[in-house]
């Protein structure tokens, strides 16, 4: 998790919503991802999709049987679907999101009968995780310099 918390950090620096992502197999990252929405201006580029899509690439697989998905922010809808559908093994998050967590905070995806269902740890360095967002947000609002617009 230290790792993807680096990641959200960085993240933060390009003002990109501070979330970050490492899918772990054999007990060694094998990919990263972070935020990248606002840059790249497409809403796909969430840091749980960018750590997948190179770890796919990484094992020349699909299928992540046996990796574990570490990321600092509960997993929004989207990104459960390709935890599930990638066959992540576990996935362990920071922060829950109260607004479009998918996996307690507002609906739980895991709780339906898919063909695959990750295990889920939840809250791992909480206080951490949620540490760099509401640091990020009280920046953003204290300068007024966000760059959350449509361009």
């Known amino acids: 998790m230290g790792k993807a ?3 959200a950090k960085i993240s933060a620096s390009e003002m990109e919503v ?3 992502a490492v899918v772990v197999f054999n007990d ?3 990919s990263e991802g972070r935020n990248k929405r606002e840059g790249n201006k ?3 580029y969430h840091a749980e999709i960018e750590a997948i899509d190179l770890a796919c690439k990484k094992l020349k697989n699909w299928r992540l049987c046996g990796c574990e998905l570490f990321v600092t922010l509960e997993p929004c809808p989207m990104c459960a679907g390709a ?3 990638s066959r992540i ?3 362990v998050y920071g922060a829950k999101d109260l607004k479009s967590g998918a996996c307690g905070s507002v609906v739980n995806i895991f709780d339906f009968k898919f063909n695959h269902n990750p295990h889920l740890k ?3 360095l909480e206080k951490e995780c949620s540490g760099v967002l509401k640091d990020f947000f009280k920046e953003i609002r204290s300068n007024c310099t966000g760059t959350f617009k449509n361009n």
């Open 89 to 91: 093994l576990r996935l």
């Open 28 to 30: 060694e990252i094998i």
């Open 5 to 7: 918390i680096e990641l």
């Open 42 to 44: 497409n809403a796909l």
């Open 83 to 85: 935890i599930i559908n």
């Open 18 to 20: 501070p979330v970050g």
């Open 122 to 124: 939840g809250e791992v």
